[in-house]
Structures are given as C-alpha cells and as structure tokens.
C-alpha cells in the first residue's frame, strides 16, 4: 500500500546528540514537509521540499537540518542547537509544490533527556 | 491565508450527525476551505476541501455559506473512531511553500 512511513516512533536522545528522522514515501509525491507540533499546539512547519535536491526553511528551522537526494525520502535532522528538541515530529507530502491535499506519516516522538 | 476560529470543544452522541462549524470572515475570493482531523498520538489526515460549492466524500460533507465567511463540517453518522481534534484551514490552492497552519481547532468527542 502506497503511503508515509516515520521511523522510529519513539526515541530518546540525550542532550547535546544530533539525532535523524526518518520519513520514506512511496506515493510518488514531489513535495514532503516537515512539523513539529508541541502538546496542545497545532503544527508549526521546519522545513519544505518541492523537488528533489531542493529544500526551504519553514517558520521554525533554526537547529535543524534536512536533505532531499531521493525523491522518496526526506530525513531531518535535530542538532544539538535545537534548544528545545522534545516534541512529536511529523512528516507529510503532497502531489505537487504546494497543493495542500498532504498525506502525513504517524509521526515520531523525541524526547531529549 | 484568512484565518480561522472554531469552538474549542463539541460532544456528540454515537449515530447523530456532527456538525463542526467554522468561522473565516477574512476569506479572499481565491482561498478554498479544508479540513483536516487528528486522531491522537497520530498524524493529520485529510478530510475534504471547498470554494463556493458544497461538497461530500465518503468521509464528510462541507457546507459552505454564500457569502463564504463560514463553513460546517458533518459527519452523518458519528462512530466512537471520529474523536479527534478538527482543524479548518483556509488559504489559496496552489501555496508557495505548500505551508498548512493548523490553529487550535475543535476537539470533537463523540458519547456512546
């Protein structure tokens, strides 16, 4: 089945470590996206792709980082800058740049201790 | 993109209807409405979207006032699976950046 796959759906970090999301999509979208969403807070974006080998910051994407070298795939990184990593990240995609019509993974929750 | 307001919270009961209201009185003549909803601890999924017309799907149907500064969201027939928290998101089809603001939207629980 065709879909947005976010591994691992917990994980635990300590302090100071870079940690990588992963998010793999096999719907043959061009655009994925990353959120973070806080507790009781709707989704703030981090970063966007619109093409392969292509990425913008979103409103939030100090202290993290992203690549885009497979259209499939679309892994973030939270550095050690990110001063407040512990959130529920998740990944998202659509048919074409900028059509909202998203299809989202099932997210992945990082605490950092 | 307009923004959005939605009550915070609605009860329904198991089999009725859930009508989920939506208020965007800054809408501009080119933003379509969508909906969104997000079951606990997963993702966003989407439900459905409009202009002017109304519309329906297998999930829902959206209702959108003529003048398009509201719209309703019903779910015919409410199962205990449709509890989660609704977001209404207004903004122009083709977005640079793709970008979805997502408010607080309605937490809509459904009682057996």
């Known amino acids: 089945d065709g879909g947005i796959t976010q591994s691992p759906k917990y994980l635990f970090r300590k302090e100071g470590q870079n940690v990588t999301l992963s998010c793999e999509q096999n719907?043959?979208?061009?655009?994925m996206y990353w959120y973070r969403q806080d507790p009781g807070q709707g989704l703030r974006l981090i970063y966007y792709?619109?093409?392969?080998?292509?990425?913008q910051k979103g409103d939030i994407a100090e202290g993290y980082s992203v690549s885009r070298e497979k259209k499939e795939s679309f892994p973030l990184t939270v550095t050690s800058a990110q001063k407040n990593p512990t959130a529920f990240y998740l990944c998202a995609s659509s048919i074409e740049r900028g059509r909202p019509e998203a299809f989202f993974g099932q997210g992945t929750r990082l605490t950092v201790v | 993109d307009a923004k959005t307001t939605q009550p915070p919270s609605m009860d329904c009961a198991e089999g009725r209807a859930a009508n989920l209201p939506c208020n965007h009185s800054?809408?501009?003549?080119?933003?379509?409405v969508y909906w969104y909803r997000q079951i606990h601890s997963q993702g966003p999924q989407y439900i459905i979207h409009?202009?002017?017309n109304n519309e329906t799907n297998e999930m829902a149907s959206l209702i959108i006032t003529e003048d398009r500064k509201s719209s309703t969201l019903i779910l015919p027939h409410a199962t205990l699976r449709d509890t989660a928290v609704y977001y209404c998101?207004?903004?122009?089809?083709?977005?640079?950046?793709?970008?979805?603001?997502f408010g607080q939207g309605t937490e809509l629980s459904v009682k057996p």
């Open positions: 409009g202009l002017k």
């Open positions: 792709s619109q093409i392969v080998n292509d990425f």
């Open positions: 800054t809408i501009s003549g080119n933003e379509y």
């Open positions: 998101i207004v903004r122009f089809y083709y977005n640079q950046g793709g970008k979805l603001i």
């Open positions: 719907l043959n979208h061009d655009a």
